[in-house]
């Protein structure tokens, strides 16, 4: 017996998906550790599991790589939409997908039959303490101090369908440290607000460096998968930081060390937008029992 998976990634955040169009998958979150491991698995920020939906042309269901549900990813809709037009199992264009989040809409960006990239409708952000959850008052959710190491910054905390801080004011390259994007101060600050009994489901961790009104640079720490390439959401919601902070305009170009997204808080309804490319790496077969 065997799963065939396909490992994709936007951005070098990358995901195992499996097709159960037409097959089940038992211990979803198991087998999403046993895959995701980088040293006894396939290596990944998580497993994607993609369904028939009666809402819209199919579901996602998202098992970061320790096992835990994530409610979306910008990254990985991204490369659901391209895996599921070019593997004939939807081939609307735009493209309706049902999340934990809601149902979100991709438009594709094709060179033939190919998909090259995508613009996903992340919808309107959340500022409701118990969207996170955050146990604090929505006032406190905007530009609260908060202390990292020696730096006096600031966090903002919202919901774009899942749970993000968004951390102003911490020099990258002291996070960075000599370790590069996995090591240094990143996975010490990064798991210790993650894990800050502030938020009882934990939170998805941003640093970001403002080069000027259209231009950020960003490291993250995701809920669940640690240090990331890229995160699509916690780009959504620093855009939404920066707009609410007043750092930056409405319309970003994130960078991130896997590579750039175009991030848009449009004004007229209240919707964040996402473009940015997605990628098919190889497909194999995972043994099971």
Not at 119 to 128: E, H, K
Request: net charge negative.
């Amino acid at each position: 017996k065997h799963v065939q998976f396909t490992k994709m990634h936007g951005l070098g955040n990358c995901y195992l998906f499996v097709d159960c169009f037409g097959r089940m998958v038992g211990d979803a979150p198991a087998l999403a550790r046993a895959m995701s491991d980088r040293n006894t698995g396939v290596g990944s920020d998580g497993l994607i599991l993609l369904y028939p939906s009666q809402t819209a042309d199919a579901r996602m269901e998202i098992y970061n790589l320790d096992g835990s549900r994530a409610q979306m990813c910008g990254n990985g809709i991204r490369c659901a939409a391209k895996y599921l037009y070019e593997h004939g199992l939807a081939r609307s264009n735009p493209m309706g997908i049902e999340t934990d989040a809601g149902v979100l809409v991709v438009d594709l960006y094709l060179d033939g039959p190919v998909v090259e990239a995508a613009r996903v409708d992340l919808g309107a952000p959340r500022f409701n303490p118990e969207d996170l959850p955050v146990q604090l008052s929505a006032e406190q959710m905007i530009d609260r101090p908060i202390r990292v190491r020696d730096c006096d910054a600031t966090m903002t905390c919202l919901s774009m369908g899942n749970p993000h801080a968004v951390i102003f004011g911490v020099p990258l390259d002291v996070l960075r440290g000599d370790g590069g994007a996995e090591g240094g101060l990143l996975a010490v600050e990064g798991r210790r607000i993650e894990t800050d009994p502030l938020f009882p489901e934990r939170v998805n961790v941003h640093f970001v460096q403002v080069q000027g009104a259209e231009e950020v640079t960003v490291l993250t720490w995701e809920r669940g998968s640690g240090a990331t390439q890229a995160c699509g959401t916690g780009a959504a919601a620093v855009c939404v930081a920066g707009v609410l902070t007043g750092r930056t305009g409405r319309a970003i170009t994130t960078h991130l060390p896997g590579g750039r997204l175009l991030l848009e808080w449009n004004a007229s309804n209240d919707h964040v937008f996402m473009t940015g490319p997605a990628v098919e790496i190889f497909t194999g077969d995972w043994p099971t029992d």
